[in-house]
């Protein structure tokens, strides 16, 4: 009686990394919003180049997620 535990291993694996690519982008979005309407940021940008910036950012997070489901999907 040999018992694989091989599946149950591999969807514990998937599911972190899907939870943890969700808190990933979260904290990239939030982190692209707070780049683009924090007036108090540390760093001086132009209120054009904060934007692009915070939308760069934003589209990079989106970017990451949509390959994680992408390969979650294989």
């Known amino acids: 009686m040999s018992i694989n535990f091989d599946d149950k291993q591999k969807s514990l694996k998937r599911r972190f990394l899907l939870i943890l690519g ?18 108090g940021l540390p760093v001086q940008l132009s209120d054009t180049q904060r934007k692009i910036f915070g939308a760069m950012i ?17």
């Open 22 to 39: 969700i808190i990933t982008f979260t904290c990239f979005v939030a982190l692209g919003v707070m780049v683009m309407f924090w007036q």
């Open 58 to 74: 934003i589209l990079y997070s989106v970017l990451r997620f949509s390959r994680l489901l992408k390969k979650d999907n294989e």
